[in-house]
């Protein structure tokens, strides 16, 4: 009784329509690792209609999207220094975020929708400079490291 009952809990669960989050970033001078000019996540990861905002914690810093480093479809973004911006998620993909003060030392984050890493070329194509695009690089890959490949079921396997 007690494993009928999870199961349907799951079974619900999972027919359930998702709520959308909204995920808080912070901008940051100085994170508890003691790494300088960061944002507080830096591989975000979210899902259709969730809302990702950028909070100046710090001053000085902003949080943006990049030309061609965006998923098709989504409606870029832009926050002014020193202010909250918020990206509104409609696509899956990646978007890569940046400071654009402190983008060449590494003050970028990643953002990956509905595990769909499918426009990463693009995203490494873009023009990201210095430590921005090493750090986004490494983004994609611990991404990809982490996302489970899908189950190879019998079915399709002969
Ligand atoms: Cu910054």
């Given at each position: 009784m007690k494993n009928l009952m999870l199961a349907t809990?799951?079974?619900i669960g999972s027919l359930a329509p998702a709520m959308a989050d909204t995920i808080e970033v912070e901008m940051l001078n100085r994170n508890a690792d003691g790494e300088a000019m960061v944002f507080s996540q830096e591989l975000i990861r979210a899902e259709v209609g969730d809302v990702i905002r950028f909070i100046p914690?710090?001053?000085?810093?902003?949080?943006?999207?990049?030309?061609?480093?965006?998923?098709?479809?989504?409606?870029?973004?832009?926050?002014?220094?020193?202010?909250?911006?918020?990206?509104?998620?409609?696509?899956?993909?990646?978007?890569?975020?940046?400071?654009?003060?402190?983008?060449?030392?590494?003050?970028?984050?990643?953002?990956?929708?509905?595990?769909?890493?499918?426009?990463?070329?693009?995203?490494?194509?873009?023009?990201?400079?210095?430590?921005?695009?090493?750090?986004?690089?490494?983004?994609?890959e611990e991404a990809r490291a982490t996302i489970e490949q899908p189950e190879i079921t019998e079915e399709q396997n002969s």
């Open positions: 809990t799951l079974l914690t710090d001053r000085s810093h902003n949080a943006q999207s990049v030309n061609g480093a965006l998923p098709e479809g989504q409606e870029p973004f832009k926050g002014r220094v020193n202010q909250v911006v918020e990206y509104e998620v409609t696509e899956t993909g990646i978007t890569a975020v940046v400071c654009l003060p402190h983008q060449s030392i590494g003050m970028v984050a990643l953002v990956v929708v509905g595990d769909d890493l499918s426009n990463k070329y693009q995203i490494l194509e873009a023009r990201i400079p210095g430590r921005g695009m090493d750090k986004i690089e490494a983004l994609i």
